[in-house]
């Protein structure tokens, strides 16, 4: 198994004689622990000394017992803890010269120079202020003679590191926060709770008062040309899903759980509604109530303003709806409930990965170095100078604030591509759904292969999107089998109301394929006059497609543009980083382990053995084990042997000797034909006998089941969504003489997640890329997130940081806003 070439590794940069201090400020946000126990362990295992600042900045400027060297025990535990373990607070004395000065005196007392600062653009901008005031900080305490010259020397300069932690994702420069996918988790949960309900004949709507909104927009759909230019969305029981990015202040929540959870009107910051959207709104509803549709949901951001500058507030809209229409009416504000909560899977990797690049940073820097900040693009750890993401931060408020919202669009760039998704028309325009004009193509999809979690978002989004280009689209149940069997139907945009939010496959699907059923398949492609195919699914779609290829030499029928959406928990489809249902399946693991962690919290001396699935693919082993805090993780793609075993074990009796007394142990289910789980289980317990005793778990076919993570609902809606462009547009290019005729390697693509950008790439490409007979690509990019999970295990290893270590600008962050998408 080919590994990643590295380049250059943090063994050439020492932390020894340095002190690192980390800190959390502003409002608390799950998965600061994770960056903080990160920080904290990359520091120690790199040499330096590491310090814990309790309560933000106001523990640096207090000083005392608030500043206290961290230990690699002292965050055992933290990983799965929801907020801040070390505090946070606000600082008005830390915005005073004077209150500067008491913290600098704090920081030189302990020989801090290194200030890793977790919290929103307001705590990074001060962190800022403070770097630029160090110089003369020191000098006025050498002249009140708090200091003496000598330390004023040997700490001449502070370096500053930031890590954005907040729950609004509203920071510019990063594609997500540290905790902006936690609180979504926690508003899909109250949502899927109470709409499952849908069995009394009333009507409910839920509006989430999220903090700091400042204008509004109606559910994202295909509007009328007229609303289309003017920037409002309007949707009349037809709304087009998306995936939207960095979009201001709770904007991000408010319109993600909307898209996640399907609601009917969503009120959102930087494009308030025209005139009259009250009317629009009640009409909108009136006709759900008349298609039988009995719940129905409204959002809206705490703040949302009309264009008249007039409040938008819960009671206003409950009121009309009630006065115009009597409609049962509920209102929740969900309020510090998205702040609360344990982190999901998501939000621990980013946070550790930030964690380690963050000390990697401060390693690397310079008196000349600008602060910087880690950032996520794409699949990407980067730095970006601070103060360059937190002014464009402040020119989109600015620009909201001075009503410019369309230049707060076209600064809060990823904006751009929510339009390009949830409104036809945004950037080109295309057919209307209920216009005369209709395209006459026929658009078939099908689910192939084993059910994943957001392949039902994914059909929805692709049923919707090719109807609101004027397609018929087909639906095919029970995948490649249905299909030589006849299982057509026509698909209308109503059938996939609610699908966003349900696990598994509603079509059906099986991993059959279609070799020796191509005449079958043939003849029903011509009796129903499909024109192009959307593949969703794993392994099994990605051999289907290539064997309807292989077909084409001999059944023109399959000369049609094709299309694979990766969808498996296994993350194992060559051309994609990233498939839908892998974060369901990250969830379902860190949670898992996280209870059985939990059930031996009065227990001393415990190791648990988990087994995962994937295949061959050690994806959701490894990256649930850096999510988990795992000691050890057993995949096919590093080959290990008995003197790796016996090492694990007297690493984790050593483990033992400390006030750390439990452990964590994952094997894929292929990792190794000898060394089963029941192998390992009991090599653990009969080495570790007198010092720990072992438990077994099997997780099976849990990390399939369950409701889809809102990543999974909107990645599942993009792609999708996406996909169905490219399909649109083949479908023109291909359309000869009365017919659609294509048969060139560009024809048959699969859409994937590579790095920073969404790819189409010939299927008849990925051959090279593809070992067929583990079912797995050549190369996996998460296998340079297994030594970051040794490190913060205490293992010895080398870790890859050739793709980190570079200062880039905001603008190269923004290079290809809409082909980027958010992943782990």
Same mark, same amino acid.
């Given at each position: 198994?080919?590994?990643?070439?590295?380049?250059?590794?943090?063994?050439?940069?020492?932390?020894?004689?340095? &002190?690192? /201090?980390?800190?959390?400020?502003?409002?608390?946000?799950?998965?600061?622990? &994770?960056?903080?126990?990160?920080?904290? =362990?990359?520091?120690?295992?790199?040499?330096?000394?590491?310090? #814990?600042?309790?309560?933000?900045?106001?523990?640096?400027?207090?000083?005392?017992?608030?500043?206290?060297?961290?230990? @690699?025990?002292?965050?055992?535990?933290?990983?799965?803890?929801?907020?801040?373990?070390?505090?946070?607070?606000?600082?008005?004395?830390?915005?005073?010269?004077?209150?500067?000065?008491?913290? /600098?005196?704090?920081?030189?007392?302990?020989?801090?120079?290194?200030?890793?600062?977790?919290?929103?653009?307001?705590?990074?901008?001060?962190?800022?202020?403070?770097?630029?005031? @160090?110089?003369?900080?020191?000098?006025?305490?050498?002249?009140?003679?708090?200091?003496?010259?000598?330390?004023?020397?040997?700490?001449?300069?502070?370096?500053?590191?930031?890590?954005?932690?907040?729950?609004?994702?509203?920071?510019?420069?990063?594609?997500?926060? +540290?905790?902006?996918?936690?609180?979504?988790?926690?508003?899909?949960?109250?949502?899927?709770?109470?709409?499952?309900?849908?069995?009394?004949?009333? #009507?409910?709507?839920?509006?989430?008062?999220?903090?700091?909104?400042?204008?509004?927009?109606?559910?994202?759909?295909?509007?009328?040309?007229?609303?289309?230019?003017?920037?409002?969305?309007?949707?009349?029981?037809?709304?087009?899903?998306?995936?939207?990015?960095?979009?201001?202040?709770?904007?991000?929540?408010?319109?993600?759980?909307?898209?996640?959870?399907?609601?009917?009107?969503?009120?959102?910051?930087?494009?308030?509604?025209?005139?009259?959207?009250?009317?629009?709104?009640?009409?909108?509803?009136?006709?759900?109530?008349?298609?039988?549709?009995?719940?129905?949901?409204? +959002?809206?951001?705490?703040?949302?303003?009309?264009?008249?500058?007039?409040?938008?507030?819960?009671?206003?809209?409950?009121?009309?709806?009630?006065?115009?229409?009597?409609?049962?009416?509920?209102?929740?504000?969900?309020?510090?409930?998205?702040?609360?909560?344990?982190?999901?899977?998501?939000?621990?990797?980013?946070?550790?990965?930030?964690? !380690?690049?963050?000390?990697?940073?401060?390693?690397?820097?310079?008196?000349?170095?600008?602060?910087? !900040?880690?950032?996520?693009?794409?699949?990407? /750890?980067?730095?970006?100078?601070?103060?360059?993401?937190?002014?464009?931060?402040?020119?989109?408020?600015?620009?909201?604030?001075?009503?410019?919202?369309?230049?707060?669009?076209?600064?809060?760039?990823?904006?751009?591509?929510?339009?390009?998704?949830?409104?036809?028309?945004?950037?080109?325009?295309?057919?209307?759904?209920?216009?005369?004009?209709?395209?006459?193509?026929?658009?078939?999809?099908?689910?192939?292969?084993?059910?994943?979690?957001?392949?039902?978002?994914?059909?929805?989004?692709?049923?919707?999107?090719?109807?609101?280009?004027?397609?018929?689209?087909?639906?095919?149940?029970?995948?490649?089998?249905?299909?030589?069997?006849?299982? $057509?139907?026509?698909?209308?945009?109503?059938?996939?109301?609610?699908?966003?939010?349900?696990?598994?496959?509603?079509?059906?699907?099986?991993?059959?394929?279609?070799?020796?059923? $191509?005449?079958? +398949?043939?003849?029903?492609?011509?009796?129903?006059?499909?024109? &192009?195919?959307?593949?969703?699914?794993?392994?099994?779609?990605?051999?289907?497609?290539?064997?309807?290829?292989?077909?084409?030499?001999?059944?023109?029928?399959?000369?049609?543009?094709?299309?694979? !959406?990766?969808?498996?928990?296994?993350?194992?489809?060559?051309?994609?980083?990233?498939?839908?249902?892998?974060?369901?399946?990250?969830?379902?693991?860190?949670?898992?382990?996280?209870?059985?962690?939990?059930?031996?919290?009065?227990?001393?001396?415990?190791?648990?053995?988990?087994?995962?699935?994937?295949?061959?693919?050690?994806?959701?082993?490894?990256?649930?084990?850096?999510?988990?805090?795992?000691?050890?993780?057993?995949?096919?793609?590093?080959?290990?042997?008995?003197?790796?075993?016996?090492?694990? !074990?007297?690493?984790?009796?050593?483990?033992?000797?400390?006030?750390?007394?439990?452990?964590?142990?994952?094997?894929?289910?292929?990792?190794?034909?000898?060394?089963?789980?029941?192998?390992?289980?009991?090599?653990?317990?009969?080495?570790?006998?007198?010092?720990?005793?072992?438990?077994?778990?099997?997780?099976?076919?849990?990390?399939?089941?369950?409701?889809?993570?809102?990543?999974?609902?909107? #990645?599942?809606?993009? +792609?999708?969504?996406?996909?169905?462009? @490219?399909?649109?547009?083949?479908?023109?290019?291909?359309?000869?003489?009365? *017919?659609?005729?294509?048969?060139?390697?560009?024809?048959?693509?699969?859409?994937?997640? =590579?790095?920073?950008?969404?790819?189409?790439?010939?299927?008849?490409?990925?051959?090279?890329?593809?070992?067929?007979?583990?079912?797995?690509?050549?190369?996996?990019?998460?296998?340079?997130?297994?030594?970051?999970?040794?490190?913060?295990?205490?293992?010895?290893?080398?870790?890859?940081?050739?793709?980190?270590?570079?200062?880039?600008?905001?603008?190269?962050? *923004?290079?290809?806003?809409?082909?980027?998408?958010?992943?782990?």
């Amino acid at each position: 198994m080919a590994q990643p070439d590295n380049k250059k590794f943090f063994e050439n940069l020492s932390g020894a004689g340095k &002190a690192i /201090a980390v800190l959390t400020s502003g409002g608390d946000a799950q998965g600061m622990n &994770a960056a903080v126990r990160a920080v904290v =362990r990359m520091g120690i295992y790199v040499g330096a000394k590491v310090y #814990f600042i309790h309560e933000g900045y106001q523990g640096m400027v207090d000083g005392g017992d608030n500043i206290k060297e961290a230990t @690699w025990e002292s965050v055992s535990s933290m990983l799965q803890v929801g907020g801040t373990v070390i505090g946070s607070a606000r600082c008005m004395e830390f915005r005073t010269h004077e209150g500067r000065l008491k913290a /600098a005196h704090n920081l030189v007392q302990h020989g801090i120079t290194n200030l890793c600062v977790i919290g929103g653009d307001g705590s990074l901008t001060g962190a800022n202020l403070f770097r630029e005031e @160090w110089s003369s900080l020191l000098a006025k305490l050498v002249q009140q003679g708090m200091i003496s010259d000598d330390a004023a020397e040997k700490y001449s300069a502070l370096h500053i590191v930031g890590m954005v932690g907040s729950i609004d994702n509203d920071f510019c420069g990063t594609d997500m926060t +540290i905790g902006t996918d936690s609180a979504l988790h926690r508003i899909i949960e109250v949502v899927d709770t109470d709409t499952h309900n849908e069995s009394k004949p009333r #009507f409910l709507k839920w509006v989430f008062g999220l903090r700091n909104g400042a204008t509004g927009t109606p559910c994202p759909s295909r509007p009328s040309k007229r609303v289309r230019q003017s920037g409002t969305y309007d949707s009349p029981d037809r709304e087009l899903d998306c995936l939207a990015h960095l979009v201001n202040q709770v904007t991000y929540l408010a319109l993600v759980s909307a898209l996640a959870c399907g609601a009917d009107w969503v009120l959102i910051p930087e494009m308030p509604p025209e005139d009259g959207w009250e009317e629009k709104m009640c009409e909108k509803l009136s006709a759900n109530r008349a298609g039988r549709k009995r719940l129905n949901i409204i +959002i809206v951001a705490e703040g949302a303003i009309d264009r008249n500058n007039k409040p938008i507030t819960t009671e206003h809209v409950k009121d009309l709806v009630v006065r115009s229409l009597g409609f049962d009416t509920r209102v929740t504000i969900l309020g510090h409930v998205q702040r609360g909560g344990t982190p999901s899977a998501f939000d621990r990797i980013l946070a550790s990965r930030m964690g !380690v690049e963050a000390v990697l940073a401060l390693l690397e820097t310079t008196a000349n170095t600008p602060a910087c !900040v880690v950032s996520l693009c794409g699949n990407q /750890a980067v730095r970006l100078p601070l103060m360059e993401c937190v002014q464009m931060t402040q020119e989109v408020q600015k620009a909201m604030d001075e009503k410019r919202f369309e230049d707060a669009v076209k600064l809060r760039g990823s904006l751009r591509l929510y339009k390009r998704l949830s409104v036809p028309g945004a950037d080109s325009e295309w057919p209307c759904a209920f216009s005369p004009i209709q395209s006459n193509f026929n658009v078939a999809v099908l689910n192939v292969g084993a059910p994943a979690a957001g392949m039902n978002a994914a059909v929805r989004s692709a049923v919707r999107v090719g109807i609101s280009e004027g397609h018929k689209m087909f639906a095919i149940n029970d995948g490649f089998e249905g299909f030589y069997k006849g299982q $057509i139907k026509e698909i209308k945009w109503g059938a996939v109301g609610g699908w966003t939010g349900q696990g598994g496959s509603l079509l059906g699907t099986k991993r059959t394929l279609p070799a020796k059923y $191509i005449g079958k +398949i043939a003849e029903q492609i011509r009796k129903y006059n499909i024109n &192009a195919l959307l593949v969703i699914g794993g392994f099994e779609a990605y051999l289907g497609i290539a064997e309807l290829l292989a077909a084409r030499g001999t059944c023109e029928e399959f000369c049609v543009p094709m299309i694979m !959406v990766p969808a498996t928990v296994s993350n194992n489809v060559p051309g994609s980083d990233l498939s839908i249902g892998a974060d369901t399946a990250l969830n379902a693991i860190t949670d898992t382990c996280d209870r059985i962690k939990q059930s031996a919290s009065g227990t001393k001396r415990r190791v648990f053995i988990i087994e995962t699935m994937g295949g061959y693919c050690g994806y959701l082993a490894s990256v649930g084990g850096l999510a988990a805090g795992a000691d050890a993780v057993y995949i096919y793609e590093e080959p290990f042997d008995i003197r790796e075993l016996q090492s694990n !074990v007297e690493h984790l009796t050593e483990k033992m000797k400390t006030s750390i007394q439990r452990g964590l142990v994952l094997r894929n289910e292929n990792s190794n034909v000898n060394y089963t789980t029941d192998f390992i289980y009991q090599l653990y317990s009969e080495e570790g006998k007198g010092v720990f005793d072992c438990r077994k778990n099997i997780l099976g076919h849990m990390q399939q089941g369950g409701a889809p993570s809102p990543f999974d609902r909107n #990645f599942g809606t993009k +792609i999708a969504a996406k996909a169905m462009q @490219w399909i649109s547009k083949k479908l023109q290019e291909s359309y000869r003489q009365g *017919r659609v005729f294509a048969n060139t390697e560009d024809s048959a693509c699969l859409l994937g997640m =590579r790095r920073r950008a969404l790819v189409f790439q010939p299927v008849t490409q990925l051959k090279d890329q593809t070992d067929f007979i583990h079912r797995i690509p050549k190369e996996q990019w998460w296998l340079k997130l297994r030594p970051l999970m040794k490190i913060l295990a205490k293992y010895k290893t080398s870790y890859d940081v050739s793709d980190s270590g570079q200062l880039e600008h905001v603008v190269c962050n *923004r290079t290809k806003e809409s082909d980027t998408t958010t992943t782990i």
